[in-house]
Every structure is written in structure tokens, then in C-alpha cells.
């Protein structure tokens, strides 16, 4: 892969304080992601997998280290800089959806593009868009209420993909669904990146996801353990 990376991160450490206990989280990571790909990042719970992806993303600022995405040195810009780079350049995906109980999956869709400034029709094609991408045409004006947690998901995905962002950034996507649907998500995400050229950041303790990524790290104790890529031809073994 000779693209550039777009997210390069330099020696990154996070502590957390709690009382007189202090817990190193992350103990220095050196990582450089790439566009057109899935990257995968595996650990157990508590490995620091998600906090190194809060940091990548520009949720939570790192105690030491260097944070660049997309040429710009994250971290040197103020807090209202920084939800502006967010809202302009990254999706999310979480686990728990975040789906609003009072909107149709068409809405759910629709309403977060008004503050990326894209309104009335631009803004109901790309939802529309987005939700065909996910399969979600035919169950577009029905509420989270009537959704499987699988619909659920692919809903959060389009929302995430409806402004085309350049990075996509994903947190247990897969946690809470079925095989079936598990592999759904995971197919959606590394269509973002093979068909769109985005540059998908995915953390998960899910081994159903290593076959569908280009690159798997696995995260231990605040440290990358090792940086490989699956050969789809080789069964994985666990």
C-alpha cells in the first residue's frame, strides 16, 4: 500500500487518576493508518484498545504524544477546532447504536448533516443514499422501536457514511449482534474502505472480524503486540 498515511500517531501515552491511583493506559504507540483500508484493532477489555481510538479520533487528548490526522497536528488545535475537524472529516459507529427513539431511520440519517451545512434535498439524497448502501430502503420510515439490533446498526452506519467523511472510526460494532448480522456490519465497513477509499479505524475483542480486515493489531497492556495481514487463502486460528 503506498498511500499516505492519514492518521500517524507518535508515541502516545494516557494515563487515568483516580484518588491516589494513577493507571498508564497507553505506554507510548507509534501506529500510521492508511486510506483504502480496515484496520482492526483487537484486546482484551481493558488493553487500551478504545482509548487509543478516542485519541486517534479526537475525543480524548492523549498525556503525551503526537497526534496528526489528515496533516493537521490534532491535538495543537482548541477544543472548538477540533469538534469543527470531527464534524467535517470523521464518522463514528458505536456499540450501543445511539439511535433517537423519537426518529425514523430516514431522520436518524437526515438530522446530523444539517451541521456538516447540508440541508433539504442534498441532505434527504444522501440519507437515501446511504441507507440503500445498508440495505435499509424498504425500512427507512420505521423507528428504532421496530428495528432488529442488526437494522439498528446499519442504521448508525449510514448515518456515519451519509456525509462521506474521510474517516471512519468504529467502537465494537459487532458486540451486540449475531453471526448474521455481525458479518453484515463488518462487510458495510470494509466496503467503506475498498469502495470509498476511507480510512476505517475498527476496535474490537470480536475474532469474526479478523477475516474481513487488511490489518489486524493486537493492543496488550498500553502496547501494540503485534501488526500483521490476514492471508484470506489461510484459516484463522484463535
Known amino acids: 500500500m503506498n498511500a499516505e498515511p492519514t492518521i500517524r500517531l507518535s508515541a502516545i501515552e494516557r494515563s487515568f487518576t483516580q484518588g491516589s491511583v494513577t493507571a498508564r493506559v497507553l505506554k507510548g504507540i507509534d501506529l500510521a493508518v492508511r486510506p483504502g483500508e480496515?484496520?482492526?484493532?483487537?484486546?482484551p477489555s481493558g488493553s487500551g484498545k478504545s482509548t487509543l481510538l478516542a485519541a486517534a479520533s479526537g475525543l480524548l487528548r492523549p498525556s503525551a504524544g503526537r497526534v496528526e490526522v489528515l496533516g493537521t497536528e490534532l491535538w495543537a488545535?482548541?477544543?472548538?477546532?477540533?469538534?469543527?475537524?470531527?464534524?467535517?472529516?470523521?464518522?463514528?459507529?458505536?456499540?450501543?447504536?445511539?439511535?433517537?427513539?423519537?426518529?425514523?431511520?430516514?431522520?436518524?440519517?437526515?438530522y446530523p448533516l444539517g451541521f456538516s451545512g447540508i440541508t433539504?434535498?442534498?441532505?434527504?439524497?444522501?440519507?437515501?443514499?446511504?441507507?440503500?448502501?445498508?440495505?435499509?430502503?424498504?425500512?427507512?420510515?420505521?423507528?428504532?422501536?421496530?428495528?432488529?439490533?442488526?437494522?439498528?446498526?446499519?442504521?448508525?452506519?449510514?448515518?456515519?457514511?451519509?456525509?462521506?467523511?474521510?474517516l471512519l472510526f468504529a467502537d465494537e460494532p459487532?458486540?451486540?449482534?449475531d453471526k448474521t448480522n455481525g458479518e453484515a456490519v463488518v462487510a458495510l465497513l470494509k466496503e467503506a474502505a475498498h469502495g470509498r477509499g476511507t480510512t476505517v479505524?475498527?476496535?474490537?475483542?470480536?475474532?469474526?472480524?479478523?477475516?474481513h480486515a487488511d490489518r489486524v493489531l493486537r493492543i496488550e497492556d498500553g502496547l501494540v503486540t503485534s501488526d500483521e495481514r490476514p492471508d484470506p487463502a489461510k484459516p484463522i486460528l484463535h
Open 201 to 211: 479505524l475498527c476496535v474490537s475483542h470480536d475474532p469474526r472480524l479478523i477475516a
Open 174 to 177: 459487532t458486540s451486540a449482534l
Open 77 to 110: 488545535l482548541d477544543a472548538g477546532a477540533i469538534d469543527r475537524f470531527r464534524l467535517e472529516h470523521c464518522g463514528f459507529v458505536f456499540q450501543g447504536f445511539n439511535l433517537f427513539a423519537a426518529l425514523t431511520a430516514f431522520e436518524q440519517v437526515v
Open 120 to 166: 433539504g434535498r442534498e441532505a434527504a439524497a444522501a440519507a437515501a443514499e446511504a441507507l440503500d448502501a445498508v440495505g435499509l430502503t424498504k425500512r427507512a420510515h420505521l423507528y428504532p422501536a421496530a428495528l432488529s439490533g442488526g437494522e439498528k446498526q446499519r442504521v448508525a452506519i449510514a448515518r456515519a457514511l451519509a456525509k462521506r467523511p474521510r
Open 38 to 43: 480496515l484496520t482492526l484493532i483487537m484486546g
